[in-house]
């Protein structure tokens, strides 16, 4: 039976040339080991079974031995088998037992420093790309016995490992129930990190927003992990999925905790100001210099109408070609190399605005508005957030187009109708204040 099963193990990889296959004698015993030199460390093999092979001679003495570590895993099936040996671990062929050793190589386990969600106090570590690295960050930030981490696979050809993590004192069960029987209905070949999981669900809702946050950050899932949220860890990957989200969570930074109160509530504040000019600030230069120019005081109204008198065309061309431009600089910083990334964007900038005032393709004023609307939406800290309001500005424009200023205003009202219709896994998109699971509000 166990010759049968080694024969067919080996015969299924026998065709890659990574597959090693060392034979272990002594005069009492022998041991076959089967494993994938690329992906197992030999330095485990070599302390778990090669020296203890070795130093112990009674046969029985070692089979004990191998029966007893942690490491080492008794034979299920072949199938389990032949999974394991992909991704690292060795099979050992002693007497008539096969045993598995864990003896995967971590190749990515550094703590990396925060590059995205970057703050000026407080903790700079964010994640690896190695799941057990992960976990260990977050349980030496979250050291309760209430933590539960339970584990599935992703993805029918990459089996990719998700650990979903949560606080069984403070999460809903309800919520919970809902992220497992999303996580069980994907359907996806290669699953290599938790953002897939953002377009795999925009997919089924065409949701403009995200319903999930994803984050870079340790203190972050910690905070969330006690305020009843659902975290979820990709292997390979160094970002967390936290569930649900709502509006609010995406306006804030993990600066607001490790500022005075009143900081944290003015930068807030702030977020909210850029988040609403970002918005609704392109349509309303198209409203009120197009429909409603007695709103500005007379002044304003004659230096706005001066600065576009070389202007060829409508305001609102001269704001989607400005805008049309602002997005192809930004996606230009993003793919350019880091070392000449802000240096070609910068000059790029300048030069491209003052050319066009110059060429009266554009107003000045039109220029400052731009420049603003790019800074509004830069001010928002979570990026797939500001994605999608880059999008909607968009929509604000040409209903101020075609209404001027009862357009932006239809246009917000709408915007707003849109995120009281939204929710995440049953949480309204707009909730303010997020109650921890009802079953323990009596527990604090």
Known sequence: ????????????????EEVVSKELH??????????????????????????PFFEIKSPERFLDYLQSQPKIKPFEDEKKT?????????????????????????????VLDTTIETTTQGPQSGFSESLPTNLGLIRQR???????????TIG????????????????????????????????VQMFQSGEQLLDIIKKSNRSLFPVMLVSERPDRVAVNLAG??????????????????????????MEDIYQTYWVGRFLQVLRYIGFFLSITLPGLYVALTSYNPEVF????????????????????????????????LTEASIRLPKAIGPTATTVGGLILGQAATEADLVS???????????ISNFVVPINAFSFAIRVLKYFVLVLATLFGLIGVVIGFFMIIAYFVKLDSFGEPFLTLVQNKSKKNLGNG
């Open 142 to 152: 979250y050291p309760s016995t209430t933590l539960t981490v339970e584990s599935t």
């Open 364 to 374: 000045n004023i039109m220029i400052i508005l731009v420049s603003a609307v790019a």
């Open 297 to 328: 005081r007379a002044q304003l109204a004659i230096s706005i109408a001066g600065s576009r008198t070389g202007v060829p065309y409508p305001s609102f061309i001269e704001v989607l070609l400005m805008l049309f431009m602002m997005e192809l």
């Open 82 to 110: 032949l999974d394991e040996l992909v991704r690292g671990v060795s099979i050992l062929f002693y007497q008539d037992f096969i045993f598995l050793l864990d003896s995967k190589i971590d190749q990515n386990n550094a």
């Open 228 to 253: 009843g949220k659902v975290v979820l860890l990709t292997s390979g990957s160094p970002f967390a999925v936290i569930l649900p989200t709502v509006m609010k969570d995406f306006m804030a930074s």
């Open 26 to 51: 002594t005069e009492e015993k022998s041991i076959e080991v089967l494993y994938i030199n690329t992906i197992s460390d030999e330095k485990i093999f070599q302390e778990y079974v090669v020296v």
């Open 156 to 187: 029918t050809v990459s089996q990719t490992k998700v650990m979903i993590l949560h606080d069984t004192k403070y999460a809903d069960p309800a919520v919970l129930e809902r992220i497992k029987n999303f996580l069980s209905s994907v359907e």
């Open 1 to 16: 039976m166990i010759q049968s099963i080694q024969e067919s193990l080996k015969r299924k990889v026998a065709c890659s």
